[in-house]
T-cell receptor
Framework: GDSVTQMEGPVTLSEEAFLTINCTYT??????LFWYVQYPGEGLQLLLK?????DKGSNKGFEATYRKETTSFHLEKGSVQVSDSAVYFC??????????????FGSGTQLTVLP | DTGVSQNPRHKITKRGQNVTFRCDPI?????LYWYRQTLGQGPEFLTY????????KSRLLSDRFSAERPKGSFSTLEIQRTEQGDSAMYLC??????????????FGPGTRLTVL
């Protein structure tokens, strides 16, 4: 079945440092890929998405590129802020003719940014 | 509309008791999903409704679990004879019909269940 593997955390960085959180996936066909963020006490929020190979999703300074050849969707940010401290989840939905019914998530990566 | 709401936010119960959680989706959303998230893990799919019809259930949803969505509005998730292994965060999400993938999913804040 489909699966998502994320780099293990926790990750601790100083403010303005460069962030990479690795994500690789296993899926048949051409899944859509997502990064979700979960701030303390809040629900999961969509951070960015990519629906086909070589697409780059971006939002709030975060970026991720859909790499079919390496089945990866790594999350990057050039300069993190304390407010970026959260848990980040990589996820996918399978390609289908209709709407996908399930999101498959990775295990999450806890990011802490120190001032 | 303030998004997806879930009640209660926290529930502590003793092993063997029954518990029920409620999810109120965004009002115009036809689709509703339940997920379970244990500590240090990503959310795992439990079940999915389109309007009032429960269209898909995970193997994780044992016979002790039942979910309903009467009239296609709010949904309830009941766990009977709770076990300590049921301790987790239970997440609800909703989306409108016709969306592609998970891009238009909105998650609630979750209900944290602790079984003593």
């Amino acid at each position: 079945g489909d699966s998502v593997t994320q780099m293990e955390g926790p990750v601790t960085l100083s403010e303005e440092a460069f962030l990479t959180i690795n994500c690789t996936y296993t899926a048949t066909g051409y899944p859509s890929l997502f990064w979700y963020v979960q701030y303390p006490g809040e629900g999961l929020q969509l951070l960015l998405k990519a629906t086909k190979a070589d697409d780059k999703g971006s939002n709030k300074g975060f970026e991720a590129t859909y790499r079919k050849e390496t089945t990866s969707f790594h999350l990057e940010k050039g300069s993190v802020q304390v407010s970026d401290s959260a848990v980040y989840f990589c996820a996918l939905t399978p390609f289908s003719s209709g709407s996908a019914r399930q999101l498959t998530f990775g295990s999450g990566t806890q990011l802490t940014v120190l001032p | 509309d303030t998004g997806v709401s879930q009640n209660p936010r926290h529930k502590i119960t003793k092993r063997g008791q029954n518990v029920t959680f409620r999810c109120d989706p965004i009002s115009e959303h036809n689709r509703l999903y339940w997920y379970r998230q244990t500590l240090g893990q990503g959310p795992e799919f439990l079940t999915y409704f389109q309007n009032e019809a429960q269209l898909e259930k995970s193997r994780l949803l044992s016979d002790r679990f039942s979910a309903e969505r009467p009239k296609g509005s709010f949904s309830t998730l009941e766990i009977q004879r709770t076990e300590q292994g049921d301790s987790a965060m239970y997440l609800c999400a909703s989306s409108p019909t016709g969306t592609s993938g998970g891009a238009d999913w909105f998650f609630g804040p979750g209900t944290r269940l602790t079984v003593l």
